[in-house]
């Protein structure tokens, strides 16, 4: 996997231990259902809403767009597009992972009365969202199953003596 500056622990997940993650998150929110529909936000909570609306048997699915940072970098949020009107009551917000919370607050603001979901949790995203599986360390980057492909990992020892 690649390093990172600002990165100390790199986090592969599977498509399994993604699925199985999902199906847990849905666990916890169907005693808290039903829910109106689903928002999620683009690109990485559309795989987990997908699994969230099969498991809680929700049609209605929307999106919310927000551009806050590439797989290194982070920029000025931007709202690409907005999700259902309304302050969000009865619905649920669904993202793979909330980290610095700056996604979080935005979407928050758009859909106050919503409950928040994740997969994953930072420490810093936290407080943000209502329910998640998952914490890690902020200093962990999460490698979700759309983001990598199969290849030669370099066992930990190699890596630490090129140091």
């Not at 100390?8 to 039903?34: I, Q, Y």
């Amino acid at each position: 996997m690649a390093e990172h500056a600002s990165f100390r622990k790199d986090f592969p997940v599977s498509w399994e231990e993604l699925h199985r993650n999902a199906r847990a998150l849905a666990w916890r929110l169907a005693e808290l259902g039903p829910w109106k529909g689903i928002v999620a936000i683009t690109r990485g909570g559309l795989v987990p809403a997908a699994i969230l609306a099969r498991e809680l048997d929700v049609r209605l699915i929307d999106t919310v767009c927000v551009s806050t940072y590439d797989h290194q970098d982070m920029r000025e949020s931007k709202i690409l597009k907005a999700p259902i009107e309304g302050d969000g009551e009865g619905w649920l917000i669904v993202d793979d992972l909330v980290d610095t919370g700056r996604t979080a607050r935005v979407v928050r603001d758009l859909l106050p009365k919503a409950h928040f979901a994740t997969v994953y949790a930072k420490p810093a995203g936290r407080p943000l969202v209502d329910t998640f599986i998952t914490e890690v360390s902020q200093d962990t980057w999460i490698f979700f199953p759309w983001d990598i492909e199969y290849r030669y990992a370099e066992p930990i020892a190699e890596i630490r003596q090129k140091r």
